[in-house]
Nanobody, 126 residues
Framework: QVQLVESGGGLVQAGGSLRLSCVVS????????MGWFRQAPGKAREFVSA????????YYADSVKGRFTISRDNAKNTVYLQMSSLKPEDTAVYYC???????????????????WGQGTQVTVSS
């Protein structure tokens, strides 16, 4: 059974930083692409960032490019999202996701992913 558990969310002032973590169990983590998405109240879930299985390729939404960094530690079955220069509009529940089909690429659509974590709340105050 695949499980994804996010942590690291919280309340931070605008301009601050947070690092989200997502630990995966039940799969050979290094075989699969990972992604981060977010969902604000009343809005659809949106893509934030993705990383290929070897971490050789990463991709970011324009809204977070230059402020967020995705990384992974395959030895720890963990993907990270380092968020800096946070803005109030970054407030959302953040979800990690795994594409349960081995691939060398990264993916940006929700339908490209097969399993999701429960989400972690990030709140940025102005």
């Amino acid at each position: 059974q695949v499980q994804l558990v996010e942590s690291g969310g919280g309340l931070v002032q605008a301009g601050g930083s947070l690092r989200l973590s997502c630990v995966v169990s039940g799969r050979t983590f290094s075989s699969y692409a990972m992604g981060w998405f977010r969902q604000a109240p009343g809005k659809a879930r949106e893509f934030v960032s993705a990383i290929s299985r070897s971490a050789s390729s990463t991709y970011y939404a324009d809204s977070v490019k230059g402020r967020f960094t995705i990384s992974r530690d395959n030895a720890k079955n963990t993907v990270y999202l380092q968020m800096s220069s946070l803005k109030p509009e970054d407030t959302a529940v953040y979800y990690c996701a795994i594409r349960d089909r081995p691939s060398s690429y990264y993916y940006t659509r929700t339908e490209d992913y097969d399993y999701w974590g429960q989400g972690t709340q990030v709140t940025v105050s102005s």
